[in-house]
T-cell receptor, first 120, second 111 residues
Framework: NAGVTQTPKFRVLKTGQSMTLLCAQD?????MYWYRQDPGMGLRLIHY???????AKGEVPDGYNVSRLKKQNFLLGLESAAPSQTSVYFC???????????????????FGPGTRLTVL | GNSVTQMEGPVTLSEEAFLTINCTYT??????LFWYVQYPGEGLQLLLK?????DKGSNKGFEATYRKETTSFHLEKGSVQVSDSAVYFC??????????FGSGTQLTVLP
């Protein structure tokens, strides 16, 4: 199993350009997440998905869009890149907890290796 | 909302020294608590977790105890190795099944 993979690993964009980051997981996980990591700020959640065809906003969603057309893939799009989007982007996935309990929140997230994006 | 406050780094220790990285949290309800580790150039890996008050998570010689009364989840290791050099993140998972991370602590262990 490859786990969680991300493409590309590195990318440099000019302001205003668009791009799509691809995340793929082969663990049959229901949940998938996109985070950005900035120095001194830890990881912040951009968008997430609790299943195929569903997406939801996280803490910092502005300037990003996502799609989950297939269960194994979660795409992050930047329509018009800005220098403030220079960051390292991490994708993660997790299984859904059993029993349907809202309190069942301890689902380990498995992370990809990251994509380093620079916007000039 | 939920938040995690983590001891600021960087932390530099000699091999076999004792490690403590402090983590406190603010959350509604009963969150689960985690420590993740990030080795250079890699994604995050789960190091240990605790799901309820007084639980102790442990892995690879690292330990952390869920202290509800002090809202803390401090990471400890009795004898660090050079291979433990990494960035450590404290995190909590609330009822929305999302992780809230601390800012991370860079640990460097010198031989």
């Amino acid at each position: 199993n490859a786990g969680v993979t991300q493409t590309p690993k590195f990318r440099v964009l000019k302001t205003g350009q668009s791009m799509t980051l691809l995340c793929a997981q082969d663990m049959n996980h229901e949940y998938m997440y996109w985070y950005r990591q900035d120095p001194g700020m830890g990881l912040r959640l951009i968008h997430y998905s609790v299943g195929e065809g569903t997406t939801a906003k996280g803490e910092v969603p502005d300037g990003y869009n996502v799609s989950r057309l297939k269960k194994q893939n979660f795409l992050l799009g930047l329509e018009s890149a800005a220098p403030s989007q220079t960051s390292v982007y991490f994708c993660a996935s997790s299984y859904s907890t059993s029993g349907g309990s809202v309190k069942s929140s301890y689902n380990e997230q498995f992370f990809g290796p990251g994509t380093r994006l620079t916007v000039l | 909302g939920n938040s995690v406050t983590q001891m600021e780094g960087p932390v530099t220790l000699s091999e076999e020294a004792f490690l403590t990285i402090n983590c406190t949290y603010t959350a509604t309800g009963y969150p689960s608590l985690f420590w993740y580790v990030q080795y250079p150039g890699e994604g995050l890996q789960l190091l240990l977790k605790a799901t309820k008050a007084d639980d102790k998570g442990s892995n690879k010689g690292f330990e952390a105890t869920y202290r509800k009364e002090t809202t803390s989840f401090h990471l400890e290791k009795g004898s660090v190795q050079v291979s433990d050099s990494a960035v450590y993140f404290c995190a909590l998972s609330g009822s929305a099944r999302q992780l809230t991370f601390g800012s991370g602590t860079q640990l460097t262990v010198l031989p």
